[in-house]
């Protein structure tokens, strides 16, 4: 399959001796009916960066968009090169030619918009270019859209793709596989199918995928060509993770702790890699209470803890994963249980009783208080009579003889007052 669509790619874009009217009528048909990005290509662009350049065609630059590799034919006395190659969403990628080399090998990209590349070389104190345009042949809107892929369990893949919007009814897609080492290639061992037409793959075996791999879906039709799209994904990013193992959760008194061990990946990474989100829920007769999802970072140790105040009842605990830099959670672990019913409902015993017992404490001294506030006021206290003699406590009933003292001096006679008895006679009598 590489090779026919590299030999299409070829035969597309061979440029031809300059002097032939034939090649350059050809050449410009071909160009018209590309799109041309803004950066892309006017002499005066290339004079800024290249200055002094004389275009001559006499190189025959071959592109292999397999390999991304540019060759072209050797020249004697070749002493310096230089290759372009011009992206629409990554620019101008420059790679130096080393003297008697007659190849640029680029990293892989994608080609689906269409990439124009030029060789520079100087051969006798003269410099010599030539520009190659590498288009995506087939019509517009036939290509495969939507693409993603996405790992889990460690070991599986699924890549998934929709049907292009202009593609006819018996199109069919192919999805190719390559690694960064461009060493192992692999077509899509199981296809997921919609009404006859692959839209996806699965694979179980990513074993030989590098860091970083290359797709490529192409596809073919009987009435028209089809665009083909290709992508180039960072197996890392597309990874979704297993939830953490061994999830222990142990409280004391005063706190509760949970620790977990980071999951199985397909590259041993950092702790610092890794970040959790934690889900504790309350349990009860009338369901589940959430609470906000905690995100606990990688280089915590892979533990968390919390004060055990308000969680003493029955909880449960569940931990996704996800990379520290890109927020792709995986699936929630099982919940783990702790805490327990039993001591919650002691204590809400307990405070139900202090509470009532307070209660009826108040209520006893509000009436106390009412009743006597109330009796005092219907029946208050009948006033006496002034005992001018005994309301003096410090005389306390005794005699003052002192008045009766004679003046000393003073011939006064002396009276003898007689006290008699007078008892009083019974009512009766």
Request: net charge positive; with cysteine; charged share 25%.
């Amino acid at each position: 399959m590489w090779e026919h669509q590299a030999a299409a790619w070829r035969n597309t874009a061979r440029p031809r001796p300059s002097g032939s009217p034939t090649s350059a009528l050809a050449m410009a048909a071909l160009l018209s009916t590309l799109p041309v990005p803004s950066f892309l290509l006017t002499q005066e662009h290339w004079g800024k960066h290249l200055p002094t350049v004389e275009r001559i065609s006499s190189l025959n630059v071959k592109f292999d968009p397999k390999m991304t590799k540019l060759t072209w034919d050797c020249q004697e006395n070749a002493t310096y090169g230089e290759c372009v190659l011009i992206h629409k969403e990554k620019g101008q990628i420059k790679k130096k030619v080393k003297d008697k080399e007659c190849q640029c090998t680029f990293q892989d990209c994608s080609l689906h918009g269409g990439v124009t590349l030029t060789v520079e070389v100087n051969i006798n104190q003269r410099r010599i270019s030539e520009t190659l345009v590498y288009p995506n042949p087939g019509g517009e809107g036939t290509a495969a859209q939507n693409f993603s892929c996405l790992i889990y369990d460690v070991d599986f893949m699924n890549c998934t793709w929709a049907k292009g919007q202009a593609a006819p009814n018996d199109v069919q897609y192919f999805l190719y596989i390559r690694d960064s080492k461009k060493k192992i290639e692999r077509e899509c061992p199981r296809y997921l199918k919609d009404s006859g037409t692959h839209v996806g793959c699965h694979l179980q075996d990513l074993s030989g995928l590098t860091s970083y791999s290359y797709f490529l879906v192409n596809g073919t039709s009987q009435e028209t060509g089809i665009q083909f799209f290709d992508s180039v994904l960072l197996l890392k990013e597309i990874e979704q993770y297993n939830p953490p193992n061994n999830i222990t959760v142990y409280c004391n008194e005063s706190h509760c702790f949970i620790r977990w061990e980071k999951p199985r990946t397909r590259k041993t990474q950092s702790i610092r890699e890794f970040q959790y989100q934690l889900d504790i829920q309350r349990q009860s007769n009338t369901g589940s209470s959430r609470n906000q999802l905690i995100v606990v970072s990688g280089d915590s140790g892979n533990k968390y803890s919390f004060p055990r105040l308000g969680f003493r009842a029955k909880h449960t605990v569940k931990i996704r994963t996800a990379d520290a830099r890109k927020a792709r959670w995986g699936a929630w672990s099982q919940p783990a249980e702790f805490g327990s019913a039993e001591p919650e409902s002691s204590l809400v015993h307990i405070y139900l009783l202090v509470v009532l017992g307070t209660l009826v404490c108040g209520l006893t001294v509000s009436c106390l208080f009412k009743r006597f506030l109330g009796t005092h006021r219907l029946f208050p206290p009948i006033p006496r009579i002034k005992d001018k003699l005994n309301d003096n406590p410090q005389i306390d009933h005794q005699i003052l003889w002192e008045k009766f003292t004679h003046d000393v001096g003073k011939g006064d006679k002396e009276e003898v007052l007689a006290v008699e008895e007078v008892t009083e006679a019974p009512a009766n009598a």
